[in-house]
C-alpha cells in the first residue's frame, strides 16, 4: 500500500469514527438542558434531506463503500435529534408527516437516473440552506443555547476529509463542490457559535 493509499484510509476511517459520535455532544446537550433553544427545527430537516439524497446518490453510482458508509450513521443520529427537537418544542405530531415524505423522497428518488443527479445538485443547495437556517437561528437569538460547537467541530472535520477523498477516489466534481461548501459553512458555524458563547460569559 502506497502513502497516498494509506492517506485515503486513514481519512476515510477517521471521518466514520468522526461520524459515530457526530451528533452526540449535540444530543447530550439537549437532553441535559431539556431544551432545543438555539437549535433550529429547519436547519435539521434540510440537513436530513442532504444525506439521504447523498447517500442515496453514492450507493446509486455504486462508489466505493468507505466512501460514504457515514451517511447511513448520521442519518440516524439526526432522526434521533429531530426527534428530541419535536418533542423539547411540543411538535411531536409533525414526526409521522415527516417520516412519510422522506420515506417517499428514498423511492423516488431512483426511479430515474436524470432525478438522482439533479437531486445531487440540489442538494449542496439544500444543505447550504440547514447550515444559513441555524446560522439564522443563531443571529435571531443571539445565543448558541444548546448548539454544540463539538458537533460543528467534528462537522468540518469530516467536510475536509471527504474533500481529500473526493479528490483521490472518485473526483466527482458534484460531491467535491457540495463537501468545499459544506466545510465554509461548517466553520461559519462553528465561529457564529463560539462568538456567542464567548458573549453570554461575559455577560455572566
Same mark, same amino acid.
Given at each position: 500500500?502506497?502513502?497516498?493509499?494509506?492517506?485515503?484510509? !486513514?481519512?476515510?476511517? +477517521?471521518?466514520?469514527?468522526?461520524?459515530?459520535?457526530?451528533?452526540?455532544?449535540?444530543? $447530550?446537550?439537549?437532553?441535559?438542558?431539556?431544551?432545543?433553544?438555539?437549535?433550529?427545527?429547519?436547519?435539521?430537516?434540510?440537513?436530513?434531506?442532504?444525506?439521504?439524497?447523498?447517500?442515496?446518490?453514492?450507493?446509486?453510482?455504486?462508489?466505493?463503500?468507505?466512501?460514504?458508509?457515514?451517511?447511513?450513521?448520521?442519518? %440516524?443520529?439526526? %432522526?434521533?435529534l429531530l426527534l428530541f427537537?419535536?418533542?423539547?418544542?411540543?411538535? &411531536?405530531?409533525?414526526?409521522?408527516?415527516?417520516? $412519510?415524505?422522506?420515506?417517499?423522497?428514498?423511492?423516488?428518488? +431512483?426511479? =430515474?437516473?436524470?432525478?438522482?443527479?439533479?437531486? &445531487?445538485? &440540489? +442538494?449542496?443547495? !439544500?444543505?447550504?440552506?440547514?447550515?444559513?437556517? =441555524?446560522? =439564522?437561528?443563531?443571529?435571531?437569538?443571539?445565543? +448558541?443555547? =444548546? $448548539?454544540?460547537?463539538?458537533?460543528?467541530?467534528?462537522?468540518?472535520?469530516?467536510?475536509?476529509?471527504?474533500?481529500?477523498?473526493?479528490?483521490?477516489?472518485?473526483?466527482?466534481?458534484? $460531491?467535491?463542490?457540495?463537501?468545499?461548501?459544506?466545510?465554509?459553512?461548517?466553520?461559519?458555524?462553528?465561529?457564529?457559535?463560539?462568538?456567542?458563547?464567548?458573549?453570554?460569559?461575559?455577560?455572566?
Amino acid at each position: 500500500m502506497g502513502p497516498a493509499a494509506l492517506l485515503v484510509d !486513514v481519512a476515510n476511517w +477517521s471521518t466514520i469514527l468522526a461520524c459515530l459520535v457526530l451528533k452526540l455532544p449535540q444530543g $447530550v446537550a439537549l437532553l441535559a438542558a431539556k431544551s432545543a433553544r438555539g437549535v433550529s427545527l429547519e436547519s435539521l430537516l434540510l440537513e436530513l434531506s442532504g444525506f439521504i439524497v447523498c447517500l442515496r446518490y453514492m450507493s446509486y453510482y455504486n462508489y466505493p463503500l468507505p466512501t460514504y458508509v457515514e451517511y447511513p450513521i448520521i442519518i %440516524v443520529q439526526d %432522526v434521533i435529534l429531530l426527534l428530541f427537537v419535536l418533542h423539547y418544542t411540543g411538535k &411531536m405530531k409533525h414526526a409521522l408527516p415527516y417520516t $412519510v415524505i422522506f420515506v417517499a423522497g428514498w423511492y423516488m428518488l +431512483s426511479l =430515474q437516473k436524470w432525478i438522482i443527479d439533479l437531486s &445531487m445538485n &440540489m +442538494s449542496t443547495v !439544500v444543505s447550504a440552506a440547514s447550515k444559513l437556517a =441555524q446560522l =439564522q437561528c443563531l443571529w435571531q437569538t443571539k445565543d +448558541s443555547g =444548546q $448548539v454544540s460547537a463539538a458537533t460543528w467541530s467534528l462537522a468540518s472535520y469530516t467536510s475536509a476529509t471527504r474533500i481529500f477523498t473526493t479528490l483521490m477516489t472518485t473526483n466527482d466534481i458534484t $460531491v467535491l463542490v457540495r463537501f468545499i461548501v459544506m466545510l465554509a459553512l461548517n466553520i461559519w458555524v462553528l465561529l457564529t457559535i463560539l462568538h456567542y458563547r464567548k458573549t453570554t460569559k461575559k455577560h455572566d
